[in-house]
């Protein structure tokens, strides 16, 4: 019987171009053919066809990509990369030919259940809270401790009352439990701009974290969330996040359409900030420019915060968090980082601010700090629009 991935006509639409090489992450570090896109597509379909007998090497070179899919976009052949590495991802943890480290395999069960998640972060989300931050990847912010989002936003939709598009809000899983200073943000945000928020009680983790990791658990979230978003009558989902903005528009298409929250404000016409002072680099998440195909973060948003600003050198490029990349390949994930953010050295502004609209993104930037010689703060977009959410410091 040939393999799944085979009789899809998946493996086999790559035409060997090599367009994807230059864009790719590892393939640039190493210039190792089998460290690229073209390279693993190879590996994997001389061993689906039964041409390679299973080998460590192919173990190693799918475990090496970012999964940033930086290679989509520019492959002619229109090759599902994307979809190729997360089955294939999910066949090698299966067969233990690709482990992921203890902590991913915790969260990935932790997740499952928002309530216990949200509970067992709330020590950490104390200590943000109160200014401490115990690892490089916890950028500086203050979560409120013990209310949710979703009593947030009931709590302000009552006060203020707003009446323009009814759009549904994926609070996430990680960025609930211990960033929620940007979930409470983009609430106010939205209703600032006359946007009534509802937050369905019933979602989940968007499954994103098992895409990456290849770990069980995508149809049961996928499904979870279906029940949760489609009965409500919204105009949107929405997510603050585009790692799981990519995951919810696999989830809820066709049956509903899923927003940036970034995109959305920018087609209803945003309020814009007073000028402030001090230098914005943005960089663009890859799940946004690459897995949703979006032209980016809007300009109308970006003059909306009353700040100058510019994209980041390369602003398309992978940071390298790659979901979990920066937990499973640290080594990695850090050449790519030094590379990418050693423009700030010289950046101009003062204050500076590097915002992206990823909180995976702004942990990973935050861990540029102790390569970066001079001060800078990390922020999402959405807390630069927000009058009472100062970026972190
Ligand atoms: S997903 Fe990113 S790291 Fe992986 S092969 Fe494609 S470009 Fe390279
Ligand atoms: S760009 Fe597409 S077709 Fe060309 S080598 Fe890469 S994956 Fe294959």
């Not at 690229?36 to 066809?49: D, I, K, N, Y």
């Not at 989830?251 to 959305?264: G, Y």
């Not at 935050?366 to 390569?371: D, I």
Request: aromatic residues 6%.
């Amino acid at each position: 019987m040939s393999h799944p991935l085979l009789e899809k006509d998946l493996l086999s639409t790559c035409v060997h171009c090599g367009f994807c090489l230059e864009v790719c992450p590892t393939y640039r570090l190493t210039g190792d053919e089998n460290n690229s896109p073209r390279g693993r597509l190879r590996l994997w379909r001389e061993e689906a066809a039964g041409r390679l007998a299973r080998d460590p090497e192919t173990d190693f070179y799918t475990s090496e990509c970012v999964g940033c899919l930086a290679c989509e976009p520019v492959c002619p052949a229109g090759v599902a990369y994307g979809d190729i590495l997360e089955q294939t991802r999910h066949e090698h943890v299966s067969a233990g030919r690709f482990h992921p480290k203890p902590e991913l395999r915790l969260a990935a069960q932790a997740v499952r259940y928002p309530a216990l998640f949200n509970a067992a972060l709330a020590p950490a989300r104390a200590l943000r809270s109160l200014g401490f931050f115990p690892h490089p990847l916890i950028f500086p912010g203050r979560p409120h401790v013990t209310e949710s989002t979703a009593a947030y936003a009931r709590r302000l939709m009552m006060l203020h009352k707003p009446t323009g598009p009814r759009v549904a809000l994926l609070t996430g899983c990680l960025m609930e439990a211990m960033f929620r200073e940007i979930n409470f943000a983009t609430v106010r945000v939205l209703i600032d701009n006359n946007i009534q928020v509802v937050i369905p009680d019933e979602q989940g983790c968007c499954g994103a974290f098992h895409e990456h990791t290849g770990l069980d658990g995508v149809d049961e979230l996928r499904e979870q969330n279906r029940r949760a978003f489609l009965p409500l009558a919204v105009d949107a989902a929405v997510s603050n996040s585009a790692g799981c903005g990519l995951a919810l528009k696999k989830t809820l298409a066709p049956d509903m359409p899923v927003r940036d929250v970034l995109e959305f404000l920018g087609e209803i016409g945003i309020k814009a900030r007073e000028p402030r002072g001090g230098r914005v680099y943005v960089d663009l998440p890859c799940h946004l420019v690459h897995g949703q195909r979006s032209p980016g973060i809007p300009a109308a948003v970006l003059d909306a915060t009353g700040y100058q600003w510019e994209l980041a050198p390369c602003a398309k490029d992978c940071c390298g968090s790659g979901g979990i990349y920066n937990i499973q390949k640290p080594k990695n994930a850090r050449e790519i980082l030094a590379k990418k953010s050693a423009f700030l050295n010289e950046a101009e502004g003062d204050p500076i601010i590097l915002a992206t609209s990823n909180h995976v993104c702004m942990m990973q930037w935050n861990s540029a700090k102790s390569l970066v010689k001079r001060p800078f703060r990390v922020a999402h977009v959405i807390q630069l629009l927000d009058p009472n959410c100062r970026p972190s410091k």
